[in-house]
């Protein structure tokens, strides 16, 4: 951040007034709002509740667990794409703005292996071959996705001034998006049916939770556990910890950085397609613009959690799918605001400015190269 | 010297020359081959050729779809020759071998059609691939057998790589005559529909000078349609189902190569004498084309149908936008993706100003709206509530790293448009169903002007186009400017030179926005009504397409990103003047931004500043040949970051 140019404690300007009223602003919604929803469940008729919002009913046991149950699997898959952001920027120090688009594409191959396994009738007789082998063919595309994207588009302007790659990757973003759109359609794009042990509820400690977002849960902690096997315990993991730190030392030291970097696309890809994958699953259907704004929130998780810090990025993902979840209802709703789930998406991008503003390193901290360190 | 010997003489050349020629860097040229091909292929896919077909640019010999394909041979056959001199080198003799690599190139690319011409013949992939189609097929073997297709395909290709590579062989001014002659043909094509119209429009006002005066009577009468003088011309160019005829396309080529052969000295000349030029004579020759300008640009409508207006409008439109957003990216350096958000506020503001029948549940506590506003105080409403939105956006985020910056403004931009849609500012904005019915800009005495009349619609963008202009022009060369300047160069540098950046930077952001705005209000006018769907991301990167393309930080660039952009291929709903290609310019914008970034960071129109910042490098290492540069001194690490860390 600039503000270190600042010398400590030199004068507060209107800008600086207008931040703390800010600051403290949105953490009292936050306080406040967290408050009337305790006050209101514990007695439903209390005075501050009638007050703000004379409708408002609460939530019941089963309604929050279903919340808290939504929000960790969604916010698993954020982890899973922020990891691919976390590490590009703390290898590369620019935001890969298409990294969404990544994640699409690992949706969108999944989708026409498994319709294509449906169509021969093997999606039902082998299904779990059938998953394993999408989710193969998923991973496969969104990898190459990725180092084809380095190689074109962004390993020519390294060293280039830092907008310049991040422009590059929002044209690229922009024309994979579309051309998914005229190859394939604009329609969206249903997956096949899954099969009924899947999607049954099954309780678990109390919680009723569907099988898909087990599923979820499952193969993102699993994933989450081989990539920190990769990063911390092998030579190549080594290898990028060490370009991260100092592309320059690094290289002195004998590592080759261009196939570090590739390295750190194509897992940070792979990672992205595990999610695409599990996207389509949960939510059953893929569309050329999926990528975007999953995209954009798991940036958001990455800068919450710490750029640069992989435990962050896959904590960043589940605090801000957790908070897309409840706060709606939680926050908003008791304060007395209208149609509060329409403003999920807006509450996740407030998530971004709030953390921007109060913790710019993240809650985690970051982990970058000499130069972007702030 | 004997007959004899002299034949023995060409005779020995021609072999040297034949074994040069197939003495090629054949990795480059396998690679350059593929690239082709991948690229083909995917246009093929994109369905752009089977629904550009229809779309004639010579009649009879060339659609616009075939043409989507065909462009790339000779740009990759060119390409493969092209060759990077570095200094103390000699460039390479150009000669057969170009041709032979461009040949090579092309029938590689050929080679890939031709094997996607087989597989759509054998296989049926139309599951997926929605443009996997008979109609795809029976356009790549050319309506007739698939054989014919494949070895058409790969000579064809073949042919035309090599045709672009024999570019090489040029002196440089026939290769201008003949690229020229090329752009010309292709753009006439191109433009028939704007061209047609004005040629038309001037025709009929020659043949019929009375029907100039009834420009001023009731608006919106069709006029009947009169013999032009020009019908003749046009219908010699213009082939009857569009596209030029071959006679016409001959004579226009002829015209643009002599034209070019022969003019080509003068502009440069022209454009020296005006460089050279300083002060007063500078200042008097710059009023005098800008005055020309203006009153073409006045008289234009008398002879322009809807269409042609339509089209300025929406050109001017995003003019404003763009000219905004160079203020903000160009100027001061800050990448503001959710730039949408300020256009969003003036459409809704002067929305809900002026609308006669206010919101439904509109607020006890706010006056009751009924139009009582006039459009101007309005517009001057709208403009104070779109600087203090910038201020809004600004502030937080000014402080940010640059990318961070980028990402934040993005979310800015798409929490505004989800709480014009959403519920809880339902009472105000009317969420989905929007605001429709507003009136148009009302100048009383001179009208109003209003969607249903482009004209008067096409004067309002005109007039705020030319306000824009001067007060971007003014900007770029006062205090606040130089400051802006300086703070995109190096922010650090800046404030110790006693700027105060934050201050500067938050100026930016509300320049911005209430040029944003302005653009905003005249849409409402236009359309009539405002909805939460018109204010994606998607319209913010567009704009930002402009600006990069046309060249960021200069008006001109600008000016000429939007025409080119916003006219030939649209705005994110607007059509423009290739309505056929709707469904791809997304595409192409993307494609044109991943390339100008990679190849020309700087623009069309570069801005010479900014040019220089972002090659650095490269001005060091001409100065360091130069020997004018002592390397132990130079500092990299400051001079290559556009915001510093």
């Known amino acids: 951040m600039t503000t270190a140019v600042r010398a400590k404690g030199s004068q ?33 008729q209390n005075p501050l509740a009638s ?15 279903g919340l808290v149950v939504t929000g960790l699997s969604q916010g698993a898959m954020y982890g899973l794409i922020a990891l691919g952001y976390s590490m590009v920027y703390g290898v590369l120090g620019f935001i890969n703005f298409a990294h969404g688009e990544v994640f699409m594409l690992g949706a969108f191959s999944g989708f026409i292996t498994s319709t294509k396994l449906d169509q021969a009738g093997w999606w039902e007789d082998y299904f779990l071959a059938s998953v394993f082998f999408s989710v193969v063919v998923a991973i496969l595309v969104s990898t190459m996705a990725a180092v084809v994207m380095e190689k074109v588009a962004y390993r020519p302007l390294r060293g280039s001034p830092r907008l310049i790659p991040l422009i590059t990757s929002i044209g690229v973003s922009f024309f994979i998006q579309n051309a998914v759109i005229v190859l394939f359609g604009p329609g969206a794009k249903s997956y096949p049916r899954l099969p009924d042990w899947l999607t049954d509820r099954y309780s678990i400690v109390t919680f009723e939770i569907e099988g898909t977002k087990i599923m979820v849960l499952v193969v993102a902690s699993l994933s989450m556990a081989g990539l920190w096997y990769f990063v911390e315990r092998t030579k190549t993991g080594k290898a990028m910890r060490a370009v991260a730190e100092d592309r320059e030392i690094a290289a002195l030291m004998g590592i080759d950085v261009n196939r570090t970097i590739v390295t750190t696309f194509a897992v940070g890809g792979a990672m992205a ?19 975007f704004l999953p995209g954009i929130k798991a940036f958001t998780a990455a800068v919450v959690g710490g750029v640069g810090n992989l435990g962050g990025a896959m904590a960043g993902g589940v605090s801000l799918g957790s908070a897309e979840a409840l706060a709606p209802l939680m926050l908003l709703e008791p304060l007395g605001i209208d149609g509060v789930s329409q403003l999920r998406d807006a509450v996740a991008f407030t998530l971004l400015i709030l953390v921007l503003l109060i913790k710019p390193t993240g809650l985690f901290g970051e982990k970058l190269s000499g130069d972007d360190r702030a | 010297m004997s007959m004899a010997t002299h034949v023995d003489d060409v005779l020995e050349e021609i072999e040297e020359v034949a074994r040069g020629a197939f003495d090629l860097n054949w990795q480059r040229v396998l690679r350059f081959g593929n690239l082709l091909g991948l690229a083909l292929v995917f246009i093929a896919l994109s369905g752009m050729p089977v629904s550009l077909d229809k779309r004639e640019v010579i009649d009879g010999i060339i659609s616009l779809g075939y043409l989507a394909m065909l462009v790339f041979p000779p740009i990759l056959g060119w390409t493969v020759g092209k060759e990077v001199v570095l200094e103390g080198m000699t460039a390479t003799k150009r000669g057969a071998r170009d041709v032979v690599a461009g040949f090579m190139v092309g029938a590689l690319g050929g080679v890939w059609v031709s094997i996607l011409v087989l597989l759509v013949d054998n296989y049926n992939l139309r599951d997926p691939l929605v443009n996997w189609s008979p109609e795809l097929l029976s356009l790549l073997s050319f309506s ?18 090599a045709a672009g590579a024999a570019l090489h062989l040029l002196t440089p001014k026939l290769r201008r005559a003949v690229i020229s002659m090329i752009l010309t043909v292709v753009g006439v094509s191109i433009f028939q529909s704007l061209i047609d119209d004005l040629v038309g429009g001037i025709g009929e006002s020659i043949a019929d000078p009375g029907r100039l005066s009834e420009f001023f009577g009731e608006a919106d009468t069709p006029r009947p349609r009169v013999d032009s003088v020009f019908d003749g011309v046009i219908d010699f160019i213009y082939a009857q189902r569009g596209g030029l005829t071959i006679a016409g396309a001959i004579v226009l080529a002829l015209i643009a190569g002599g034209l070019s052969l022969s003019g080509r000295g003068r502009i440069a000349k022209a454009k020296a004498s005006y460089n050279a ?5 500078r200042t008097k020759q710059t009023a005098i084309m800008i005055a020309v300008a203006t009153v073409l640009l006045i008289v234009l409508p008398f002879f322009t149908g809807r269409i042609t207006q339509e089209l300025l409008a929406n050109v001017g439109i995003f003019l404003l936008l763009a000219l905004g957003l160079n203020i903000v990216v160009g100027l001061a350096g800050i990448l503001d993706l959710g730039y949408v958000a300020f256009f969003a506020v003036g459409s809704y503001s002067i929305a809900v100003l002026t609308v006669e029948n206010p919101p439904e549940s509109w607020p006890d506590w706010l006056p009751t709206l009924d139009g009582q506003f006039g459009w101007l105080l309005a517009l001057l409403i709208t403009v104070v509530l779109a600087g203090l939105v910038g201020l809004f956006i600004g502030a937080p985020v000014i402080r940010m790293r640059g990318d961070y910056l980028a990402i934040v403004t993005l979310g800015f931009g798409e929490i505004i448009r989800i709480l014009f849609l959403s519920d809880a500012l339902g009472g105000y904005f009317n969420a989905a169903q929007g605001i429709t019915q507003i009136p148009g800009a009302d100048f009383g005495p001179l009208g109003v002007a209003h969607g249903t009349n482009p004209r008067s619609i096409f004067y309002l963008v005109l007039a705020f186009a030319a306000i824009s202009i001067y007060v971007s022009w003014r900007l770029e060369r006062s205090r606040l400017g130089r400051a802006w300047m300086a703070v995109r160069e190096d922010e650090s540098v800046a404030e110790a030179m006693g700027i105060n950046t934050v201050n500067v930077k938050l100026m930016a952001f509300v320049v911005g926005a209430v040029l944003a705005s302005f653009s905003g209000a005249i849409v409402s006018a236009k359309v009539g009504s405002v909805f939460p769907t018109s204010f994606l991301i998607l319209v913010s990167i567009i704009i930002l397409v402009v600006v990069i393309v046309g060249g960021m930080g200069n008006i ?18 607007q059509p423009g003047l290739l309505a056929e290609f709707s469904e791809y310019k997304l595409l192409i914008y993307g494609a044109l931004l991943i390339w100008m970034m990679l190849q020309r960071p700087e623009g069309l129109i570069p801005n010479v500043r900014r040019s220089r910042e972002l090659h650095q490098d490269e001005f060091l290492q001409d100065a360091w040949l130069k020997g004018e540069v002592d390397t132990e001194e130079d500092d990299e690490t400051s001079a290559t970051e556009v915001a510093p860390a």
């Not at chain 1, 403290?24 to 408050?35: A, D, Q, T, W, Y």
């Not at chain 1, 397609?273 to 990528?291: D, E, N, Q």
């Not at chain 2, 030029?277 to 004579?281: D, L, R, S």
């Open chain 2, 556 to 573: 001109l660039g600008v000016l000429a990103g939007s025409f080119v952009l916003i006219g030939v291929l649209g705005g994110p709903r």
């Open chain 2, 144 to 161: 007739e057998s698939v054989g014919f297709g494949v070895v058409a395909w790969i000579l064809l290709c073949g042919v035309f790589g």
């Open chain 1, 273 to 291: 397609g595990v999610a695409g994958i599990l996207w389509g699953l949960l939510f059953k259907s893929v569309i050329a613009t999926t990528g």
């Open chain 1, 51 to 65: 007050w703000l919002n004379p409708d408002a009913t609460g939530l019941t046991a089963d309604q929050f667990k």
């Open chain 2, 277 to 281: 030029k300083t002060g007063p004579e």
């Open chain 1, 12 to 44: 507060k300007t209107g800008i600086d007034w207008f931040l703390t009223v800010l600051r403290v602003g949105l953490l009292s919604i936050v306080v406040f709002g967290l408050f009337a929803f305790v006050w209101q469940q514990i007695d439903n």
